[in-house]
């Protein structure tokens, strides 16, 4: 009989706690859905984490029950259906009803003004009436989240006053929970180093950001143990990792795998025709930059065009992690446009060759089909012809043929070397007394050696100086000579700016003279260092003896009052280096003939 009444009993409670479990109010926190792109998956799944965090904290755990994703989704069918019911639905009490909640609520994220704007919504599924609802807007999600925190409590706390009755309990004290003493735990915590390959991924740590790591790379505080991670970078799959954090410094790097393909397109010219101008590549209407494209999988439309060659288009399609090469060589063709060309040289028209990019292609006069781009030259020279080809029509050009000379003879890049000899007549100022002049003749021999217009040689003055008697400072000659001796080693420089006419320069020593005194001592009047400036006129500069007439000025820096003018004349030949001569006679020829 005991046994019996013990089995009862144990039959009554399960009764009651069957009873009391199907009396539980379900409460239902769908996905929450972005109206406008504005946040990421991860994101959306932390905001729905969240409210449902709020729901479970609001309500009483006896009386209320919070359904998981798992039973909402096996009550939808699939995750695919859940999230699509989630995403369309137009009544959420009847999205209630289908997965027999009494009690449903969704978040939904918009944009408003610029900034993210959430609004919440909380139904009866069974009356179909909205028990609360909040909106609030913030710039960024992590005011938004503490602003959650703040409104989210209020709106479940509807559902308890929807529902104030209470169930009736035994009167008295019962169940006594006695405090024990107890010591506070605190886990531990690392540093981790996150990376990604490749890096810039966004995060989040068991499914919430964090401010100190939001991209790759970075470093964060962890807790000891295992940690979810998401990482999330465009172009590439999510990542979703979990890892063990069991020291400080520790490394920790995601691979991400690409979602996308890669169209590779590399410029190519026909013989370099057009090289200097730009290929236009565009993809679905959009510019980008020849070489490696990376491209989300998927269909494209791909136009390329150049100022100097047809357009070309294609389709293509892209998969993930696939490469798609495109060979521009075999399909570029040249623009082209008809040229008549014709040359004229004195007025009268000439026959020369003509070349395009450098191949021969006939004579003048010229017709035929050129390349838009192409480099157009005449004549065995080769003279650039300047003429603007058009796009599938015929263009008329006249070349006038230059009529100087192309080649810079080889007569003038050659040395050249010259003798002079000649007379002068050395003109003294202010050499022996400021009151007293002189002159006197001298014999004049040089060698030059010259190149284009430039020239450098040695030449010596030799001869004597009359003196007059008494121009000796601070006494008489003896016997007051008539002449004295003149000696002077010169090097020299000379421009030409024309051929007949010179500038030159140069430095030297003199020997001017000396003369015996009354003591029967010979003295000289000056020996020291000149400078001489001149000027010079050649006659018939294009025969090989040409006569000159040339003017210095001689300077002794160690002795002021001592100066003195030359005037030259003579006869001089130029001479061209033996190994040049054959050169320059075949460079006239060629000039004379008009050959270029």
């Given at each position: 009989?005991?046994?019996?009444?013990?089995?009862?009993f144990?039959?009554?409670?399960?009764?009651?706690?069957a009873?009391?479990q199907?009396q539980?109010?379900?409460?239902?926190?769908?996905?929450t859905?972005?109206?406008a792109?504005s946040?990421q998956?991860?994101?959306l799944?932390?905001?729905?984490g969240?409210?449902?965090?709020?729901?479970?904290?609001?309500?009483p755990?006896?009386?209320?029950?919070?359904?998981?994703?798992?039973?909402?989704?096996d009550?939808l069918?699939?995750?695919?259906?859940?999230?699509k019911e989630?995403r369309?639905a137009?009544?959420?009490?009847?999205?209630?009803?289908?997965?027999?909640?009494?009690?449903?609520?969704?978040?939904?994220?918009?944009?408003?003004?610029?900034?993210?704007a959430?609004?919440?919504?909380?139904y009866?599924?069974?009356?179909?009436?909205?028990?609360s609802?909040?909106?609030e807007?913030?710039k960024?999600?992590?005011?938004?989240?503490?602003?959650?925190?703040?409104?989210?409590?209020?709106?479940?706390?509807?559902i308890l006053?929807?529902?104030?009755?209470?169930p009736s309990?035994?009167?008295?004290?019962?169940?006594?929970?006695?405090?024990v003493?107890?010591e506070?735990?605190?886990g531990?915590?690392?540093?981790?180093?996150?990376?990604?390959?490749?890096?810039?991924a966004?995060?989040?740590?068991?499914?919430?950001?964090?401010?100190?790591?939001?991209?790759t790379?970075c470093?964060?505080?962890?807790?000891?143990?295992?940690?979810?991670?998401?990482?999330?970078?465009?172009?590439?799959?999510?990542?979703?990792?979990?890892?063990?954090?069991t020291?400080?410094?520790?490394d920790?790097?995601?691979?991400?795998?690409?979602n996308f393909?890669i169209?590779?397109?590399?410029?190519?010219?026909?013989?370099?025709?057009?090289r200097d101008?730009q290929w236009n590549?565009?993809?679905?209407?959009k510019?980008?930059?020849?070489?490696?494209?990376r491209l989300?999988p998927?269909?494209?439309?791909i136009?390329?065009?150049?100022?100097?060659y047809?357009?070309i288009?294609?389709?293509?399609?892209?998969?993930?992690s696939?490469r798609?090469v495109?060979?521009m060589?075999?399909?570029i063709?040249l623009k082209?446009?008809?040229?008549?060309?014709?040359a004229?040289?004195?007025?009268?028209?000439?026959s020369?060759?003509?070349?395009v990019?450098?191949?021969p292609?006939?004579?003048?006069p010229?017709?035929?089909?050129?390349?838009?781009?192409?480099?157009?030259?005449?004549g065995s020279?080769?003279?650039?012809?300047d003429?603007?080809l058009?796009?599938?029509?015929?263009?008329?050009?006249?070349?006038?043929?230059?009529?100087?000379?192309k080649?810079?003879?080889?007569?003038?890049k050659?040395?050249?070397?010259?003798i002079?000899?000649?007379?002068?007549?050395p003109?003294m100022?202010n050499?022996i007394?400021?009151?007293y002049?002189?002159?006197g003749?001298?014999?004049?021999?040089?060698?030059e050696?010259s190149?284009s217009?430039?020239?450098?040689?040695a030449n010596?003055?030799?001869?004597?100086?009359?003196?007059?008697s008494?121009?000796v400072r601070?006494g008489?000659?003896?016997?007051?000579?008539d002449f004295t001796l003149?000696?002077?080693p010169?090097?020299?420089?000379k421009l030409?700016?024309?051929?007949?006419w010179y500038?030159?320069g140069?430095?030297?020593?003199?020997?001017?003279?000396g003369?015996t005194?009354?003591?029967?001592?010979?003295?000289m009047?000056?020996?020291?260092?000149?400078?001489?400036?001149g000027?010079?006129?050649?006659?018939?500069p294009?025969?090989e003896?040409?006569p000159?007439?040339e003017?210095?000025?001689?300077?002794?820096?160690?002795?002021?009052?001592?100066?003195y003018?030359?005037?030259n004349?003579?006869?001089?030949?130029?001479?061209?280096?033996?190994?040049?001569?054959k050169?320059a006679?075949?460079?006239?020829k060629?000039?004379?003939?008009?050959r270029?």
């Amino acid at each position: 009989m005991k046994i019996t009444n013990k089995i009862l009993f144990a039959l009554l409670l399960l009764a009651f706690a069957a009873h009391s479990q199907s009396q539980q109010i379900r409460v239902a926190v769908m996905a929450t859905v972005d109206d406008a792109d504005s946040i990421q998956y991860m994101e959306l799944n932390f905001l729905t984490g969240k409210l449902r965090e709020i729901a479970g904290n609001t309500l009483p755990e006896r009386q209320y029950g919070i359904m998981t994703q798992e039973s909402i989704v096996d009550r939808l069918g699939s995750q695919e259906r859940a999230e699509k019911e989630c995403r369309e639905a137009s009544c959420l009490a009847e999205l209630g009803r289908k997965i027999s909640a009494d009690y449903i609520a969704q978040g939904r994220i918009g944009r408003f003004g610029g900034m993210l704007a959430l609004k919440v919504e909380l139904y009866n599924s069974k009356s179909g009436n909205l028990v609360s609802t909040f909106n609030e807007a913030s710039k960024d999600l992590f005011t938004l989240v503490r602003l959650l925190d703040d409104k989210a409590p209020d709106l479940f706390r509807k559902i308890l006053r929807e529902n104030k009755a209470q169930p009736s309990v035994a009167s008295g004290i019962r169940d006594l929970e006695k405090a024990v003493d107890y010591e506070l735990g605190y886990g531990k915590y690392y540093i981790a180093n996150i990376a990604t390959e490749p890096q810039g991924a966004v995060l989040s740590f068991d499914g919430e950001p964090n401010e100190r790591c939001p991209k790759t790379p970075c470093k964060v505080e962890l807790a000891e143990g295992r940690v979810r991670i998401l990482a999330s970078l465009e172009q590439y799959e999510r990542a979703d990792t979990t890892i063990s954090i069991t020291r400080n410094e520790q490394d920790v790097v995601i691979k991400l795998k690409p979602n996308f393909g890669i169209l590779e397109i590399k410029p190519v010219y026909s013989g370099g025709i057009g090289r200097d101008r730009q290929w236009n590549l565009l993809v679905n209407d959009k510019y980008y930059s020849l070489g490696e494209i990376r491209l989300s999988p998927g269909s494209y439309d791909i136009k390329l065009n150049h100022e100097c060659y047809e357009n070309i288009g294609f389709k293509v399609g892209i998969n993930k992690s696939s490469r798609e090469v495109f060979d521009m060589d075999k399909h570029i063709v040249l623009k082209k446009g008809g040229l008549v060309l014709s040359a004229k040289k004195d007025g009268k028209p000439v026959s020369e060759p003509v070349f395009v990019n450098g191949k021969p292609v006939g004579e003048t006069p010229f017709s035929g089909t050129v390349p838009l781009c192409s480099e157009i030259e005449i004549g065995s020279g080769k003279e650039k012809v300047d003429v603007k080809l058009k796009y599938k029509d015929k263009v008329k050009h006249i070349h006038t043929m230059r009529t100087s000379p192309k080649y810079i003879y080889e007569e003038d890049k050659a040395w050249k070397y010259s003798i002079s000899l000649g007379l002068g007549v050395p003109m003294m100022m202010n050499s022996i007394n400021t009151i007293y002049k002189s002159e006197g003749f001298l014999l004049y021999a040089d060698i030059e050696f010259s190149r284009s217009n430039i020239s450098i040689g040695a030449n010596l003055d030799l001869g004597f100086l009359g003196i007059e008697s008494g121009a000796v400072r601070g006494g008489r000659a003896i016997n007051d000579p008539d002449f004295t001796l003149f000696l002077k080693p010169n090097f020299f420089a000379k421009l030409y700016p024309v051929d007949f006419w010179y500038l030159s320069g140069g430095l030297g020593f003199g020997f001017y003279g000396g003369y015996t005194d009354y003591d029967g001592q010979t003295r000289m009047y000056t020996n020291a260092p000149v400078f001489s400036i001149g000027t010079g006129l050649v006659f018939f500069p294009s025969s090989e003896i040409n006569p000159f007439l040339e003017a210095q000025y001689n300077m002794l820096p160690f002795n002021r009052d001592a100066r003195y003018l030359s005037i030259n004349i003579g006869l001089k030949t130029m001479r061209v280096y033996a190994d040049w001569e054959k050169r320059a006679e075949e460079n006239m020829k060629r000039y004379k003939e008009n050959r270029y």
